[in-house]
């Protein structure tokens, strides 16, 4: 969990970066609202999968499986409901999504691979 809340800080300090340095037609006004909730699903997935680890390993596939649905599930409605909203320049916002979408998954299998790695 301290490799996501390090990479999310990271990410953050990156975003500020390029809010300052850079004009903001890179970055969607709402990206510290999406970097937020994928934070929060990466703290979810972690505390799940960490359940299923501890309990039972045959689970573990189960448990993996249905963050990854809960994911696009949750994905599919966060994204609706700011597009349902009134969103301004909506194209830039999925697009940001997408890219920490792929990141924070990325991230996710790394970090599964190194532990399952070790098992």
Not at 18 to 47: C, D, K, M, N
Request: with cysteine.
């Amino acid at each position: 969990m301290l490799r996501t809340l390090a990479a999310t800080i990271i990410l953050g300090i990156a975003f500020f970066l390029v809010e300052q340095f850079y004009p903001s037609t890179l970055l969607h006004p709402y990206i510290w609202y999406i970097l937020g909730f994928f934070f929060g699903l990466s703290f979810f997935a972690h505390r799940l999968m960490e359940f299923g680890l501890r309990n039972n390993r045959e689970k573990f596939v189960t448990f993996y499986i249905s963050t990854i649905v809960v994911r696009i599930i949750l994905s599919l409605v966060f994204i609706a409901l700011f597009l349902f909203n009134g969103l301004t320049d909506s194209l830039l916002f999925v697009i940001n999504f997408f890219v920490l979408y792929l990141f924070y998954t990325c991230f996710e299998i790394y970090g599964l691979y190194r532990n399952l790695r070790r098992d």
